[in-house]
Structures are given as structure tokens and as C-alpha cells.
């Protein structure tokens, strides 16, 4: 499913590749290799979801953070900030470990 639609990996498609116009083949790029990315990005997300679950509970409103703050680090090259409360996920990759800190301190108020 691309899109931010549902709780999938399509919030952070929309994230890394907001609409614009762009040629044929980077259309076809993004289409398969952003798809990748987006999902890769994604799964570790919830694998680490899954593990703080496992710490705090499946019932997030006893978590000790409603937005904890993690790093995406599952794509060479980059890391990311990301959010297990919410769908939130900074594209910029810049201080990621600052941004998951500013956004889980705000109590997602951050974005």
C-alpha cells in the first residue's frame, strides 16, 4: 500500500518521497526501490515496537512514553528517527538520535 493510508509502511513512503514532479525512470525508481526502502525502514520499526511491547506491555497508554523515540539504522548510508507511539519519522536524517530524544520529550509534539 503506498500512501500514508492505515498504519503501514505508507507514512513513511509519504515521508521520503513527497509528491513532486519528477522524469519517468525516477518515477520507476522510487517505485521500486523507494517501495524497499520505505518497507525496510518500516519492519525494523515494528520489530522494535514488537520488543518494546514485550518490556512495557501490548497497552500503550501504561508505556512509559506515549512517543518513545528510536533510530532506523536498517538502511546503509542513513539513519533515521522514528516514533513507536506514532507514525512520526523524520526524512532528514540529520542528529537522528536528537530528533527521536525531541520528539519523545515533547510527547510528540516535536515533528
Same mark, same amino acid.
Given at each position: 500500500?503506498?500512501?500514508?493510508?492505515?498504519?503501514?509502511?505508507?507514512?513513511?513512503?509519504?515521508?521520503?518521497?513527497?509528491?513532486?514532479?519528477?522524469?519517468?525512470?525516477?518515477?520507476?525508481?522510487?517505485?521500486?526501490?523507494?517501495?524497499?526502502?520505505?518497507? /525496510?525502514?518500516?519492519?525494523? /520499526? $515494528? &520489530?522494535?515496537? /514488537?520488543?518494546?511491547? @514485550?518490556?512495557?506491555?501490548?497497552?500503550?497508554?501504561?508505556?512509559? @512514553?506515549?512517543?518513545?523515540?528510536?533510530?532506523?539504522?536498517?538502511?546503509?548510508?542513513?539513519?533515521?528517527?522514528?516514533?513507536?507511539?506514532?507514525?512520526?519519522?523524520?526524512? @532528514?536524517? &540529520?542528529?537522528?538520535?536528537?530528533?527521536?530524544? $525531541?520528539? $519523545?520529550? @515533547?510527547?510528540? $509534539?516535536?515533528?
Amino acid at each position: 500500500m503506498v500512501g500514508g493510508r492505515g498504519r503501514t509502511w505508507g507514512a513513511y513512503w509519504d515521508a521520503l518521497f513527497p509528491p513532486a514532479l519528477v522524469t519517468n525512470w525516477v518515477d520507476w525508481k522510487r517505485g521500486s526501490t523507494g517501495v524497499n526502502v520505505a518497507r /525496510r525502514l518500516w519492519d525494523q /520499526r $515494528e &520489530h522494535l515496537r /514488537r520488543t518494546y511491547e @514485550s518490556v512495557y506491555g501490548a497497552d500503550a497508554s501504561r508505556w512509559p @512514553s506515549q512517543h518513545p523515540g528510536v533510530v532506523l539504522d536498517a538502511v546503509p548510508v542513513m539513519a533515521y528517527a522514528a516514533c513507536l507511539g506514532c507514525q512520526w519519522f523524520d526524512r @532528514s536524517g &540529520h542528529a537522528p538520535l536528537l530528533a527521536a530524544w $525531541e520528539h $519523545e520529550k @515533547s510527547d510528540g $509534539e516535536v515533528r
